[in-house]
């Protein structure tokens, strides 16, 4: 029985949004929703050209690097949502979770079928790096999911910490160093500066 063009598009939507659905985004913030005006230090044509997930493509990372409040989550999500849409496997997850994650699946012996589940996904999405120390051991942890995704699959990172600083947040130089390298080699930064969206309103009565 073939398939009438609306049955053809019903299917395919519900399709794209089970893969928004499994993505595990915080919420359904669009670029549509982004206030471009008001974060002067973000290009807007660099945003449209990661929605159009060409980079996906190429295997190439995205990080996400600024202070609080200035749009990197919700602009991470954004482009995520596009990219699921399109049925491009797509997972978020924070930073400090996914350590949790791969803590708890060594300690019950499923580490190998966790990176495999994380190295899987053409874009995952950590979100978070630097807001919380991470342990030695933890990195290692962290190394190996990155080092399985380096050159075969893309990473996009949101990140307060300038990377300098990576050593601090990783508590092993060397580590962190192994980290960036690998995050860093075929990758778009985009660095946003300015002020929170959170407090602006406050900021405009001061
Ligand atoms: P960050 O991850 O950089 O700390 P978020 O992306 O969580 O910041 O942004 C904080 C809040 O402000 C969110 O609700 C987000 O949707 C909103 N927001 C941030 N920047 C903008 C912007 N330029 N236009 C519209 N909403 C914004
Ligand atoms: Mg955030």
Redesign the pocket.
Known sequence: MELTQKEVDIKEISAANSMILTANFP?N?RID????N??TS?NQSQIEELIGHQFIDRLENVV?L??????????ATSIGIESARKRISTYFVKCHDLIQNLKKARNESRLESRLKFYSSKKLLII??IGYLPISVDDAKLFFQLIDRRYEKKSTLL?T?MPFKDWGEVFLDPKIANAILDRVLHHAHVVQ?TGN???IKDYLEEI
Do not use: A, M, W
């Open positions: 919420h913030k929703d982004f206030d471009f008001f974060q973000v996400f600024g202070p609080s409040g200035v749009g990197k989550t919700h602009l979100d978070e949101t307060n946003i929170s969206y959170r």
